[in-house]
Every structure is written in structure tokens, then in C-alpha cells.
């Protein structure tokens, strides 16, 4: 049995899509899903999910080992980001090396970096006048969306699409490719 740990900071859609995927799935499974965010969306979904929920607090995050001991301890085979915020401390990059991935809703590295999180990706994007944008699924390294690139999928921007319309179709791509990229990565290496 492959064990994913799923880390979120907001509403949490892809992470329930990861984990619907793999309902009744008897080759992976979420075993925790991690967030920072007490007030985030995910935590309702994981409790309708039946998945042990880890609230953890920047101290915990930044200053102990604690939750890469706690991944360890349970024998975590992938850590995926799925609208978490926070950048990585270097001691749990280095714990799981090549273990952890993050999806990017752009075609990185365009619209990557520091604060290129959700809406205001697709902000950038109308602003910019691009006419495609899509997301990204890469490994994660102790920079902001700078691993190398596993996966990534394009959707058509037109010249009239506001943000809100952006973000429909990224949404789409993300639930769509998400949970088969990650079956991929865990099941055919
Ligand atoms: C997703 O679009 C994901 O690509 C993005 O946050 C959203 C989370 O949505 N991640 C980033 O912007 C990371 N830089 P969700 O909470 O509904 O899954």
C-alpha cells in the first residue's frame, strides 16, 4: 500500500478529488491530510471523508521536526501540495527528496514565484494578455515553484475571459489530470 499525505491551505477541491480517486483503491490511499489553515475548506471535506485531519501552527512548521518525523512515522510514500502556501522547510525537502510535488495553476515558469497563488495568477494572466495558461504538476525544492516539471496541461485564454473565467477552466484541468498524475507517479515509476 502506497501512503499520500495531502497538504492544503484552502477550500481543498483538488485534495478531494486526490481522495475520491483513490476510494476503495486497494494499491494507494490518503492516509492525513496537513493544514495550516484551521478555518480552510479542506477541513470539512477530509471530516466528510473520513481522513485524520493535522492542524499545525507556523512554530511546529518552522522550528521543530515534528511533522517530518510524524510523516516519517507513517510511512508517507508522497507528499502532495494541493493549494498549500507555506515554502518548505529545508528539512523536510531533504526527508523526502524527490517525494514531494505541488501543482501550479499556470504554466510554470511563468507565473511562478512568491506570492502567484490562486486568483492572483489569473489575474497576472488576463493582465498579461496571454492567450493560453494551464497548470503545472512539479517536484517540489526548497524555492518557490522552481522543481522540475512532471506534468503540465494548456487551456485556451480568450481576449474576453476575465480571472473568474481562467480560473474555471485551470479548476477543470486540475481535478481532471491531478489524481492520474499522481496514480502515475506512485504506481508505474
Ligand atoms: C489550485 O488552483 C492550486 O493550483 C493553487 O491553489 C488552488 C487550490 O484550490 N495553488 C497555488 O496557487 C500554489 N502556488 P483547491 O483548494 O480548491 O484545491
Redesign the pocket.
Known sequence: MKRIALF?S??????EKIAEYFTNNDEVKVSLILSNNPKA??IDRARRLHIPVLLFDRHTFYQTDEITELLQNQQIDLIV?????WLLPPSLVKAFERRII????ALLPKF?GKG???HF?HEAVVAGGETESG?TIHYVNEK??EGDVIFQAKCVVEPTDTPEDV?KK??VL?HQHFPKVIADLLLNP
Open positions: 492544503a484552502g477550500s481543498g477541491s483538488n485534495a475548506g479542506v501540495l494541493a493549494g498549500f502556501l505541488n501543482i501550479h495553476p511562478g502567484m497563488y490562486g495568477v497548470i518557490y515553484d480560473a485551470i479548476q486540475e
